[in-house]
């Protein structure tokens, strides 16, 4: 419990540094868009950059621990973009709800989460699930997102229209040029190593300023759907977790280090990916920080109860 609460605890702080700056109005009000504008142009490329630049194929070559991990994010986003979509509701909404329900935290959370539940060992694992998460999963997303955005009705006019959005996409772009670094064995140099960790060392903490700072403006109300929040948050906190583990024990046989890392893994609240995306898009951000919050409380009890059963 001790571990979960020291992970976690600095996200609310985060969210509440930037919720109180905006109540006593130390901050502008574009102050929550201008910054997540900040974390999408310049912060989170250097760190998808930074993340893969550094990747070694010998750690992260897992196939059964990356089908694993990867089929149950999968399946939970997959389910969730089929769920929403019988509302119905459109294409670019219901793939930030499947990022809700699908986008562990691994990065701000998983990392310390890990090495004080499970050891050094369970960093290299980690570091895949991050990798499936923040890019692959995210990229995935950021396609939905575009095609559902374009009004063409011709196929080769809309396929041309997602691809000139993507190719000008940040964060797709990024992790895709990094990719070279690993592939050629190339090493980064030691100064752009430095801008990358002060640039990139800023996405997460942003993000989360700019989720209190959204949370603090005052809007026009507008219900927030609580039964689809809930449903959210049970994919993400119950269900991912649980796919993860069968998909761990039963189908890929991995040991016991592999499966808990997996399944805590899968098990960690919704991170700030989906609220980057919901604020850059200018979509429904209100249902996207409700999960968040709801997820990231919730998980100190799922997370606790899980790491007792596994001890």
Same mark, same amino acid.
């Not at 990094?178 to 990139?200: H, R, Y």
């Given at each position: 419990?001790?571990?979960?609460? *020291?992970?976690?605890?600095?996200?609310?702080?985060?969210?509440?540094?930037?919720?109180?700056?905006?109540?006593?109005? !130390?901050?502008?009000?574009?102050?929550?868009?201008?910054?997540?504008?900040?974390? !999408?142009?310049?912060?989170?490329?250097?760190?998808?950059?930074?993340?893969?630049?550094? *990747?070694?194929?010998?750690?992260?070559?897992? $196939?059964?621990?990356?089908?694993?991990?990867?089929?149950?994010?999968?399946?939970?986003?997959?389910?969730?973009?089929?769920?929403?979509?019988?509302?119905?509701?459109?294409?670019?909404?219901?793939?930030?709800?499947?990022?809700? *329900?699908?986008?562990?935290?691994?990065?701000? !959370?998983?990392?310390?989460?890990?090495?004080?539940?499970?050891?050094?060992?369970?960093?290299?694992?980690?570091?895949?699930?991050?990798?499936?998460?923040?890019?692959?999963?995210?990229?995935?997303?950021?396609?939905?997102?575009?095609?559902?955005?374009?009004?063409?009705?011709?196929?080769?006019?809309?396929?041309?229209?997602?691809?000139?959005?993507?190719?000008?996409? $940040?964060?797709?772009?990024?992790?895709?040029?990094? @990719?070279?670094?690993?592939?050629?064995?190339?090493?980064?140099?030691?100064?752009?190593?430095?801008?990358?960790?002060?640039?990139?060392?800023?996405?997460?903490?942003?993000?989360?300023?700019?989720?209190?700072?959204?949370?603090?403006?005052?809007?026009?109300?507008?219900?927030?759907?609580?039964?689809?929040?809930?449903?959210?948050?049970?994919?993400?906190?119950?269900?991912?977790?649980?796919?993860?583990?069968?998909?761990?024990?039963?189908?890929?046989?991995?040991? $016991?280090?592999?499966?808990?890392?997996?399944?805590?893994?899968?098990?960690?609240?919704?991170?700030?990916?989906?609220?980057?995306?919901?604020?850059?898009?200018?979509?429904?951000?209100?249902?996207?920080?409700?999960?968040?919050?709801?997820?990231?409380?919730?998980?100190?009890?799922?997370?606790?109860?899980?790491? @007792?059963? *596994?001890?």
């Amino acid at each position: 419990m001790l571990s979960t609460l *020291a992970a976690i605890l600095p996200i609310f702080a985060l969210i509440f540094a930037g919720w109180l700056a905006q109540r006593i109005g !130390v901050l502008g009000p574009h102050a929550s868009s201008e910054l997540n504008r900040f974390v !999408v142009y310049l912060a989170l490329p250097a760190l998808l950059f930074d993340i893969v630049a550094h *990747a070694q194929w010998a750690e992260i070559w897992q $196939p059964r621990f990356i089908a694993a991990f990867g089929i149950g994010a999968a399946l939970v986003f997959c389910l969730t973009i089929a769920v929403r979509l019988r509302r119905p509701r459109h294409l670019a909404d219901a793939a930030i709800d499947a990022l809700n *329900a699908g986008y562990a935290n691994t990065g701000f !959370v998983g990392f310390p989460l890990a090495l004080a539940a499970l050891g050094r060992e369970a960093l290299a694992p980690t570091l895949i699930a991050t990798i499936i998460t923040v890019c692959i999963l995210f990229a995935i997303a950021i396609v939905l997102i575009e095609t559902g955005l374009q009004t063409e009705k011709r196929r080769r006019h809309l396929v041309a229209k997602v691809g000139s959005s993507l190719i000008r996409n $940040p964060l797709l772009v990024a992790p895709a040029v990094a @990719a070279i670094v690993p592939a050629t064995g190339l090493g980064v140099p030691d100064a752009v190593e430095s801008f990358l960790k002060l640039l990139g060392g800023a996405a997460s903490p942003c993000a989360l300023v700019a989720l209190g700072l959204f949370l603090a403006t005052k809007r026009e109300s507008s219900e927030t759907n609580v039964g689809s929040a809930a449903l959210l948050v049970s994919f993400k906190l119950v269900l991912q977790p649980a796919v993860t583990w069968v998909m761990a024990t039963a189908v890929f046989g991995l040991p $016991p280090l592999l499966t808990h890392v997996a399944v805590l893994l899968a098990a960690l609240p919704t991170g700030t990916g989906p609220f980057m995306l919901a604020e850059f898009y200018k979509r429904e951000a209100a249902m996207t920080s409700n999960v968040i919050l709801a997820s990231t409380i919730t998980s100190i009890l799922t997370i606790s109860g899980y790491l @007792a059963l *596994a001890r």
